[in-house]
């Protein structure tokens, strides 16, 4: 159900695909500040992110958003290529 829709990548996110309002995958090949969707209403999300190079993933359930346009920062020890799978709670 998602889409691609690049008009709403923020911060270090070169591409998005989007079931609005529900969920999102960002990703960055070139980490260099946090990664945002434009217009992700304020809430609670869980994330599930994705070294994409070696593999690895980690959730961060409960994630707060309190701005519009929310800017999630990857987990430490994961390098500059990562994806983000962002679902509301």
Request: hydrophobic share 40%; no cysteine.
């Amino acid at each position: 159900r998602m889409k691609p829709d690049r008009t709403l990548a923020a911060g270090s996110t070169r591409w998005v695909l989007a079931n609005p309002d529900s969920s999102y995958i960002a990703y960055t090949e070139a980490y260099g500040k946090p990664v945002g969707v434009k217009d992700l209403k304020p809430g609670n999300f869980d994330l599930l992110w994705l070294d994409t190079v070696d593999g690895k993933s980690a959730w961060q359930r409960g994630v707060k958003a309190a701005a519009v346009g929310g800017m999630f920062e990857k987990p430490a020890g994961y390098g500059a290529e990562v994806a983000v799978y962002i679902k509301r709670q």
